[in-house]
């Protein structure tokens, strides 16, 4: 068999997420797992690189069925992280597998980003994720960040702590408000 194998979506291998995505994935997961809204019903995907899936795919214990892209701040570009995201939710449409496909109606997407501060000493940055993330969203206008959350059914910002292992959930606009979190887990 030949090595040049020309990859599609049922021979791209998948691969562990090892970069700082990694860590923050799998705090969500322990927190999140036996929790009463959004608890692990039903696993999909939880930190595995794939063209099918996003970072963290699951059904909910309430059924909705969650696609999260995770970002952290913990690197040197970290800047660009904040603008990633938004290119990442949008790929998120159109793609298909077998679970996704069973809970089209209750489709929701979120971001995943840290709470603390960087700890890893290759960012660029000294803010808390919540902080790094608000800031640079908050320069978009209300009325745009609001829109692009309608277009691509994103609906949650999960803000974990690795230190406490701890989510708070947002509205996708209440985190751009500034608001207080609508759950908290741990």
């Not at 791209?12 to 799998?26: F, N, Q, R, W």
């Not at 998120?92 to 209750?106: I, M």
């Not at 979120?110 to 919540?130: F, M, V």
Request: hydrophobic content about 30%.
């Amino acid at each position: 068999m030949s090595e040049n194998v020309a990859r599609t979506e049922t021979n791209v291998p998948s691969s562990k997420k090892t970069d700082h995505e990694g860590p923050l994935i799998a705090c969500f997961q322990r927190a999140i797992k036996t929790d009463a809204i959004f608890g692990i019903k039903e696993m999909a995907n939880i930190g595995t690189d794939s063209p099918l899936y996003s970072d963290v795919e699951y059904v909910t214990t309430n059924d909705e069925y969650l696609v999260i892209e995770a970002k952290s701040h913990e690197s040197k570009d970290a800047y660009n992280t904040r603008h990633k995201i938004f290119g990442q939710l949008l790929k998120e449409h159109g793609k298909k597998n077998p679970l996704r496909d069973r809970y089209t109606n209750s489709l929701a997407l979120g971001i995943l980003i840290p709470k603390d501060e960087t700890s890893s000493g290759k960012s660029n940055t000294r803010q808390s994720g919540y902080q790094f993330y608000r800031n640079g969203y908050r320069d978009i206008p209300h009325h745009l960040f609001r829109g692009f959350g309608e277009l691509t059914k994103t609906k949650y910002v999960f803000v974990c702590s690795l230190k406490n292992e701890t989510v708070d959930v947002y509205s996708w606009t209440g985190f751009h408000l500034g608001d207080a979190p609508i759950f908290r887990i741990g």
